[in-house]
T-cell receptor, first 116, second 115 residues
Framework: DTEVTQTPKHLVMGMTNKKSLKCEQH?????MYWYKQKAKKPPELMFV???????INESVPSRFSPECPNSSLLNLHLHALQPEDSALYLC???????????????FGPGTRLLVL | AQSVAQPEDQVNVAEGNPLTVKCTYS??????LFWYVQYPNRGLQFLLK??????LVKGSYGFEAEFNKSQTSFHLKKPSALVSDSALYFC?????????????FGSGTQLTVLP
């Protein structure tokens, strides 16, 4: 089973709202990722967690706050977003992030976010 | 730095014909190459990957890809296209290098299979 689940599927929020995206995997993977994807574009890496610790933050604005409560869960907390943050937010997981970098990343279905 | 190029934004093919989606890469070190497919309003689905060994890699849904080191290419192929193969395809690379462990995606190729 290579399933990564994400909730909610769709989210509409105002610029003053606080919301959270949730991602879950039960494959025993120790690396989890958040990506942002605009329409017809490739995913852009936002954050990488390795063994529940934040290992990469790709200069993402502080209005996005990731959290990894345990090895199966990954959250993305959203606050004071801008309309340009509207996008598909994808979660992914892999066994690890170490060398050699041959591990496959498995993606969830995404959360489509609209910021008004 | 590592990079991936998908030179065609759009590929159209008739159902039943063979299809090829092109990908070239640039890395320092040994490449690990991946193909993903994305259907409308869905996440990315893993199709296949090249790590080492046989240059012809077989994947899901009848897709295969050929690794060509001299041409630094990893083209995706299928002998007989289906209308249901219509989707957005991404090639991605990771290099065996401590400084660039993350996936680098190509710009994507929209495949349309015409009935």
């Amino acid at each position: 089973d290579t399933e990564v689940t994400q909730t909610p599927k769709h989210l509409v929020m105002g610029m003053t709202n606080k919301k959270s995206l949730k991602c879950e995997q039960h494959m025993g993977h120790r690396a989890m990722y958040w990506y942002k994807q605009k329409a017809k574009k490739p995913p852009e890496l936002m954050f990488v967690y390795s063994y529940e610790k934040l290992s990469i933050n790709e200069s993402v604005p502080s209005r996005f706050s990731p959290e990894c409560p345990n090895s199966s869960l990954l959250n993305l907390h959203l606050h004071a977003l801008q309309p340009e943050d509207s996008a598909l937010y994808l979660c992914a997981s892999s066994r690890y992030t170490g060398e050699p970098p041959k591990e496959t990343q498995y993606f969830g279905p995404g959360t489509r976010l609209l910021v008004l | 730095a590592q990079s991936v190029a998908q030179p065609e934004d759009q590929v159209n093919v008739a159902e039943g014909n063979p299809l090829t989606v092109k990908c070239t890469y640039s890395v320092s070190g040994n490449p690990y190459l991946f193909w993903y497919v994305q259907y409308p309003n869905r996440g990315l689905q893993f199709l296949l990957k090249y790590i080492t060994g046989d240059n012809l890699v077989k994947g899901s849904y009848g897709f295969e890809a050929e690794f060509n080191k001299s041409q630094t290419s990893f083209h995706l192929k299928k002998p007989s296209a289906l209308v249901s193969d219509s989707a957005l395809y991404f090639c991605a690379v990771r290099a065996f290098s401590g400084s660039a462990r993350q996936l680098t995606f190509g710009s994507g190729t929209q495949l349309t299979v015409l009935p």
